[in-house]
């Protein structure tokens, strides 16, 4: 997907709904526009907050618990434990004007790391599958 889509969640259309839709939401959002580290945190958060309430359930309901448990469950507490780092890293004094000090990049590197492992988790899992962005969804740049 290239450039920023101006989203909100009125233009999902009406097959877009539940845990599904919310996944889809964050990942849309993360990174748009000028948003600050902090943003982009509870972004990551919420993201996480929803792959970890749906997923079980999601397997659940396939009858396959024992792959869950087996193949997803660890990318899950993995990325729990980069967010947890990510949280322990973050300075209110990165915001602004970046510093670009090397604390500041190594930030900046556990969030891309956060963000992938749950682009990762995702993409395996397939929760948004078939989801797309409708018509009405502007995307610039």
């Known amino acids: 997907m290239c450039g920023i889509v101006v989203a909100s969640r009125g233009l999902f259309g009406s097959n877009f709904t539940g845990y599904p839709a919310l996944v889809f939401y964050e990942m849309v959002n993360y990174g748009r526009g000028t948003q600050s580290h902090l943003e982009k945190m509870v972004i990551l958060e919420k993201w996480y907050s929803h792959i970890r309430a749906y997923l079980p359930a999601m397997y659940d309901k396939k009858k396959q618990s024992e792959y869950y448990d087996k193949e997803i469950?660890?990318?899950?507490?993995?990325?729990?434990?980069?967010?947890?780092?990510?949280?322990?890293?973050?300075?209110?004094?990165?915001?602004?004007?970046?510093?670009?000090?090397?604390?500041?990049?190594?930030?900046?590197?556990?969030?891309?790391?956060?963000?992938?492992?749950?682009?990762?988790?995702?993409?395996?899992?397939?929760?948004?599958?078939?989801?797309?962005?409708?018509?009405?969804?502007?995307?610039?740049?």
């Open 73 to 141: 469950a660890h990318l899950i507490m993995e990325a729990f434990e980069q967010i947890e780092r990510m949280n322990d890293q973050y300075d209110p004094t990165f915001e602004g004007i970046q510093t670009c000090n090397m604390e500041e990049k190594n930030f900046c590197k556990i969030m891309r790391g956060v963000y992938e492992r749950l682009d990762n988790i995702t993409a395996l899992t397939g929760i948004i599958a078939g989801q797309h962005l409708e018509d009405s969804m502007e995307e610039i740049g």
